[in-house]
């Protein structure tokens, strides 16, 4: 067989490099068993929300017992806002995508290194791809993933709303567009929290539990310090999704106003993480 | 320029020593053997050369540049101790997607997996899953990868630890074949094997380069390993020992002596028909007359 010398053949550049590295991750994410779970958890999910929460929105939301319920699990501060939704399903939707995406990212992205730093295979990227490469292909494949996750949520709820009101059909895509966005904004911090965190557990399993607890134990440390020092309720800032639940009252472009936090967020993380991998004996 | 350059690189893991003060320059040439016992820090040399992990004080360079560097990128290659290809895709997928990153083509990448696979005899194999693979079998694909395009320098860890005999050999041929433009640092417990293969030899031994050997350098005195399987050696040795050309007479063991002597290029098999002789007139039988010393001796004797 003729033998092609590299040095005949023009090395791609680095975002062709990204791009085969990324369609590469993906295709490994939809041809696993993994990838396959994360489909099937996500498939039985939404449809179980989009057939009694999302189709029924319509008159769940206006019903009192309901409205009684949400301000007490959201707080009365919040249900204004949300209520203020133009349309009910995507109200529903908001409320679902907002919390359900962050959980969905740390499900999905919790082996994004872990699994290959164990088994050395990083070792067969590292000298074909800059370290830096490898790791920012990572975020966007799984942010990739995500936003095909957020594009089925979102359309399969814009379906749903335009057969209930055809007449807001413009309405309706625009909010939509609104939520797929937040929805991409969102999830961004908690991607890059993974990745910071797969490179330091030892499991993909272990990758999960870590990630809970700091998020979970920040958000514990942020209220007690805030009991004796109110001051220092600025530090609940560092923690992804601590906008999620001032974002509910949200409607519209307003929508937008809290993304500065996890934008911020995610390019610290980002930093962190990159900078983690440059140190890391692979 | 040098291909490698290391200046007091030194590593440690967790406050131990596990390599001290290298100084080496190495340029592009025939392979280079890097021996020592375990735990002497040749894993953690190739890993360094690879970039896998950085030196704790000291520097590297290669090509003139640290080894990360983007210019050596796709130039230097490594077959990694202990790395696994990920276990859920096909070799053929992995290995395509790799030399993509080299710079092929979507279409040349699948024909150098072709080739890389058939270099290896793994063709057959090629739609396989690594899990599916025997550990010979999986060590040939990480073989295969580490040759996709034509790196300057491919560093080798153990290459024919648990291959078959016939693998192994096939190894050794392509390693042979592919040196004339590539630069092959190979770390081996098989000394034979590196014999037949390496110009040089770098010998590590507690973190330390202690020994750099080359093989085959012109020199005024050579050796000539003799292993006789019937004979009086005490005789023999007298014998030898009249000869005005031979300079020394070491006894290995009860059957193998280790005879320096002065070449002469009017007869350079002086020494060699001198012992035949003796054999056919003491009626002596000879195991293996052997031109040079084997590098277990150069290194341990």
Request: one cysteine or more; charged letters at 15%.
């Amino acid at each position: 067989m003729k033998r092609l010398v590299l040095n005949t053949l023009t090395p791609h550049s680095s975002p062709h490099k990204l791009w085969i590295l990324i369609q590469f991750e993906l295709s490994k994410f939809f041809s696993t068993s993994k990838g396959l779970w994360s489909i099937i958890l996500f498939v039985v999910l939404w449809g179980l929300s989009l057939s009694y929460l999302i189709n029924d929105a319509a008159t769940t939301v206006y019903d009192p017992s309901f409205r009684a319920f949400i301000s007490g699990l959201l707080g009365g501060h919040r249900v204004g806002g949300w209520f203020a939704w133009p349309l009910a399903q995507l109200a529903v939707c908001w409320l679902i995508v907002l919390y359900l995406f962050p959980m969905l990212v740390i499900f999905t992205s919790n082996d994004m290194f872990t699994t290959d730093k164990h088994n050395k295979t990083l070792r067969f990227l590292l000298i074909r791809a800059s370290r830096e490469q490898i790791f920012f292909s990572r975020i966007l494949s799984h942010l990739i993933i995500i936003f095909i996750f957020a594009l089925v949520a979102v359309v399969s709820c814009l379906v749903v709303t335009i057969i209930n009101q055809p007449d807001q059909w413009l309405t309706a895509l625009t909010n939509s567009g609104y939520i797929l966005t937040n929805v991409i904004i969102i999830s961004a911090p908690f991607t890059a929290l993974m990745a910071l965190v797969s490179l330091a557990a030892n499991s993909a399993k272990q990758a999960g539990i870590i990630a809970m607890l700091l998020l979970t134990l920040a958000n514990l440390l942020v209220i007690m310090l805030t009991n004796y020092i109110p001051s220092l309720a600025v530090l609940s800032y560092v923690i992804p999704g601590v906008q999620l639940s001032d974002m509910i009252a949200q409607h519209g472009a307003a929508t937008f106003s809290l993304s500065a936090i996890p934008i911020i967020q995610t390019l610290v993380l980002l930093a962190l993480g990159n900078y983690w991998l440059k140190r890391s004996q692979l | 320029m040098s291909l490698i350059s290391c200046k007091q690189l030194s590593k440690q893991y967790a406050g131990k020593t596990v390599l001290n003060n290298i100084d080496i320059e190495l340029v592009k040439g025939k392979p280079i053997a890097l021996v020592g016992p375990n735990g002497a820090g040749k894993t953690t040399f190739l890993s360094i050369l690879s970039g896998f992990i950085s030196p704790s004080s000291g520097s590297i360079s290669i090509n003139g540049q640290e080894p990360n560097h983007p210019q050596n990128i796709g130039k230097i290659s490594t077959l990694p101790q202990d790395a696994l290809l990920d276990p859920h895709l096909s070799i053929t997928k992995q290995l395509t997607f790799f030399a993509r990153l080299q710079g092929f083509s979507a279409i040349q990448a699948k024909d150098e997996t072709k080739r890389v696979l058939e270099l290896v005899g793994l063709t057959d194999s090629a739609q396989q899953k690594p899990t599916s693979l025997s550990h010979g079998m999986a060590k040939r694909v990480s073989i295969a990868q580490a040759l996709i395009g034509q790196p300057e320098l491919v560093l080798l860890d153990e290459p024919t630890a648990g291959l078959d005999p016939i693998h192994a050999k096939q190894v050794r041929q392509i390693v042979d074949q592919l040196s004339t433009t590539t630069t092959f640092i190979i770390s081996s417990h098989n000394l034979e094997e590196l014999e037949q293969m390496c110009d040089q030899v770098l010998y590590l031994e507690q973190g330390k380069l202690t020994r750099h050997l080359s093989l085959n350098a012109q020199q005024e005195t050579a050796q000539l390993t003799l292993t006789m399987s019937d004979c009086e050696i005490p005789t023999l040795i007298n014998e030898l020992e009249q000869l005005e050309y031979v300079v020394e007479i070491k006894q290995k063991n009860k059957q193998t002596l280790i005879i320096e002597h002065r070449l002469n290029s009017d007869s350079p098999l002086q020494l060699e028909h001198t012992v035949l002789e003796l054999c056919s007139r003491y009626s002596w039988q000879y195991k293996a007359i052997y031109n040079g010393i084997k590098l277990e001796d150069s290194l341990f004797s």
